[in-house]
């Protein structure tokens, strides 16, 4: 079975600082990994997904995330926020790059001060 | 690319009521997801259909729960003699079929069951 852990359910950041969101999965298989970025009232958006090619993978809006087999990890980042960054994200997991049966995280909410 | 439509945004039904919703896919998408989101949680997955076959149930779909795509182009839910516990927002998503493809997700359907 899959899954995915969210380390934090909300982030509070100031504009221009670093964006750090976590998440570790769990895996009996080499996982797919996925953030999502949800804004009030509109579907979830894909911002990256990680499918073995490279390590490091660069999403839309900046947003990057690094694949970690040693800390299970695939943490998101991005260097300087913006308020437009404001919004919920979720890590998700798959066991194939063509399933999309996800195992979602709870989510965290991204708050960004001005 | 008019995107996921998901139709009613918001229902609100007393417990014991039947409540049906409808998902458009993105035109000529081969698959299509039904998700679950309860607040504070992700999304779980509840089932997916190719075409107008249903691959996939999760266990969390009881049997007060149906779902059809009829012609292998919009979709339905349903669900038979609500309880409370099935307020939820209703997430429906497609995708071509094919390795690598994205994912796109409607903006849900929000059930209250009073």
């Known amino acids: 079975a899959q899954s995915v852990t969210q380390l934090g359910s909300h982030v509070s950041v100031s504009e221009g600082a670093l964006v750090l969101l976590r998440c570790n999965y769990s895996s009996s298989v080499p996982p797919y990994l ?9 579907g979830l958006q894909l911002l ?20 970690k087999k040693s800390e299970t990890s695939f ?5 300087s926020a913006h308020m437009s960054d404001a919004a919920e994200y ?15 995280g709870a989510g965290t909410t991204v708050t960004v001060r001005a | ?15 014991g009521q039947n409540v049906t919703f ?7 998408h081969n698959r299509l997801y ?20 249903q691959l996939e149930k999760s266990r969390l779909l009881s049997d007060r729960f149906s779902a059809e795509r009829p012609k292998g182009s919009f979709s339905t839910l349903e669900i038979q003699r609500t309880e409370q516990g099935d307020s939820a927002m209703y997430l429906c998503a497609s995708s ?13 359907t929000q059930l209250s069951v009073l």
Do not use: M
Not at chain 2, 22 to 28: A, M, N, Y
């Open chain 1, 34 to 42: 996925f953030w999502y970025v949800q804004y009030p009232n509109q």
């Open chain 1, 48 to 67: 990256l997904k990680y499918t073995s090619a490279a390590t490091l993978v660069k999403g839309i809006n900046g947003f990057e995330a690094e694949f």
């Open chain 1, 75 to 79: 943490h998101l980042t991005k260097p």
């Open chain 1, 90 to 104: 979720f890590c998700a997991v798959s066991r194939d790059s063509n399933d999309y049966k996800l195992s979602f």
């Open chain 2, 1 to 15: 690319d008019t995107g996921v439509s998901q139709d009613p945004r918001h229902k609100i039904t007393k417990r």
């Open chain 2, 22 to 28: 409808r998902c458009d896919p993105i035109s000529e």
């Open chain 2, 34 to 53: 039904w998700y679950r989101q309860t607040l504070g949680q992700g999304p779980e997955f509840l089932t997916y259909f190719q075409n107008e076959a």
């Open chain 2, 96 to 108: 071509p079929l094919g390795p690598n493809e994205k994912l796109f997700f409607g903006s849900g």
